[in-house]
């Protein structure tokens, strides 16, 4: 009998959140063109965390706009999602209502408004590009 026979096909399905699908489009949109798709081993894994924290997250939350997704009907009743707006994550979760609530605590809006503008968007990629520079020369350095 063929095995093949077995195999289920599951496709990712709209405004589904639990599908895989959803993280896989964040992993190919954000994570892999940044880090691309080569094996990075357990030994490289505090200095990949380190680039996370220190360059990759803060330039994703405070410097890079991303489209805001609206959901209208069509005529015919069909809901479509339409982009009309962009701003970074940060922005957007500052115009949440009582936003403050949602933050950890030991994090303020004022310190994070001062993070953000700290660097303009071409100085913190810049320097996000240099980091990512640094960690691939030190990973393929440790690996050879």
Same mark, same amino acid.
């Given at each position: 009998?063929?095995?093949?026979?077995?195999?289920?096909?599951?496709?990712?399905?709209? %405004?589904?959140?639990?599908?895989?699908?959803? $993280?896989?489009?964040?992993? !190919?949109?954000?994570? /892999?063109?940044?880090?691309? #798709?080569?094996?990075?081993?357990?030994?490289?894994?505090?200095?990949?965390?380190?680039?996370?924290?220190?360059?990759?997250?803060?330039?994703?939350?405070?410097? %890079?706009?991303?489209?805001?997704?609206?959901? $209208?009907?069509?005529?015919? !009743?069909?809901?479509? /999602?339409?982009?009309?707006? #962009?701003?970074?994550p940060w922005e957007t979760f500052r115009q949440l209502p009582a936003c403050e609530t949602f933050?950890?605590?030991?994090?303020?809006?004022?310190?994070?408004?001062?993070?953000a503008a700290a660097q303009s968007d071409t100085e913190a990629a810049r320097d996000m590009q240099?980091?990512?520079?640094?960690?691939?020369?030190?990973?393929?350095?440790?690996?050879?």
């Amino acid at each position: 009998m063929n095995c093949l026979l077995w195999i289920e096909q599951t496709k990712s399905r709209p %405004r589904h959140s639990n599908d895989n699908g959803l $993280v896989e489009a964040k992993n !190919g949109a954000v994570i /892999r063109k940044h880090i691309g #798709w080569d094996h990075i081993g357990s030994q490289h894994a505090e200095a990949g965390g380190r680039f996370h924290r220190q360059f990759l997250n803060p330039y994703l939350n405070f410097h %890079r706009p991303c489209a805001i997704g609206e959901i $209208v009907s069509t005529a015919k !009743g069909k809901r479509k /999602r339409v982009y009309r707006h #962009w701003a970074t994550p940060w922005e957007t979760f500052r115009q949440l209502p009582a936003c403050e609530t949602f933050l950890r605590p030991g994090l303020s809006i004022a310190g994070l408004d001062q993070q953000a503008a700290a660097q303009s968007d071409t100085e913190a990629a810049r320097d996000m590009q240099e980091a990512k520079r640094q960690l691939w020369t030190t990973i393929r350095r440790r690996s050879a």
